[in-house]
T-cell receptor
Framework: SQKIEQNSEALNIQEGKTATLTCNYT??????LQWYRQDPGRGPVFLLL?????KEKRKERLKVTFDTTLKQSLFHITASQPADSATYLC???????????FGSGTRLQVQP | KAGVTQTPRYLIKTRGQQVTLSCSPI?????VSWYQQTPGQGLQFLFE???????NKGNFPGRFSGRQFSNSRSEMNVSTLELGDSALYLC??????????????FGPGTRLLVL
């Protein structure tokens, strides 16, 4: 069955540093990969989508890479701020299923 | 444009009871998906409805059911509640026509506690 692993249940970094979160998957080849942010007690909020034929995508301080050979996506937040503290979820589409499979998330804490 | 709304926000039930949760999607969105989120299992897909038809279903027992109305509003029902059903139930809406590249817009969730 499909398996998505987000390395590091929690990640603590200092303000101003770059946070790097990892999403690894096995057993299938998604055409799209999405990243979401979730704050406590709230629903996830969409951040970025990257297609299988795209190596990298950027949006302001966010950067996502997608390596279909390694079956891995990296999510970077540069110049991190305490307001970036949240849980970040990666999600992959299941071909032909019209449903997203989510990873368990990485809780990021940015210390001032 | 109003976001996805879910009612109620909080709910306490006892084992054996049933519960109905409601979700109103963003105007124009025809797809509504439901997810269960728990600390141990993360975000798990329950089912997805599009134009009043269930298009996809996750690996949950038959106690979990749903429906969608002609205005795209959706309800999910859980019968014979068990302690393990305590979770945050999230619904998400999207246009429903572009598969895996569509952004999912999530509601705030319904926090269900089963005692």
């Amino acid at each position: 069955s499909q398996k998505i692993e987000q390395n590091s249940e929690a990640l603590n970094i200092q303000e101003g540093k770059t946070a790097t979160l990892t999403c690894n998957y096995t057993n299938y080849s998604p055409a799209y990969l999405q990243w979401y942010r979730q704050d406590p007690g709230r629903g996830p909020v969409f951040l970025l989508l990257i297609r299988e034929n795209e190596k990298e995508k950027r949006k302001e301080r966010l950067k996502v890479t997608f390596d279909t050979t390694l079956k891995q996506s990296l999510f970077h937040i540069t110049a991190s701020q305490p307001a970036d503290s949240a849980t970040y979820l990666c999600a992959l589409d299941i071909p032909g299923r019209r449903a997203l499979t989510f990873g368990s998330g990485t809780r990021l804490q940015v210390q001032p | 444009k109003a976001g996805v709304t879910q009612t109620p926000r909080y709910l306490i039930k006892t084992r054996g009871q049933q519960v109905t949760l409601s979700c109103s999607p963003i105007s124009g969105h025809r797809s509504v998906s439901w997810y269960q989120q728990t600390p141990g299992q993360g975000l798990q897909f329950l089912f997805e409805y599009f134009s009043e038809t269930q298009r996809n279903k996750g690996n949950f027992p038959g106690r979990f059911s749903g429906r969608q109305f002609s205005n795209s509003r959706s309800e999910m029902n859980v019968s014979t509640l068990e302690l393990g059903d305590s979770a945050l139930y999230l619904c998400a809406s999207s246009w429903g026509t572009s598969g895996g590249q569509e952004t999912q817009y999530f509601g705030p969730g319904t926090r269900l506690l089963v005692l």
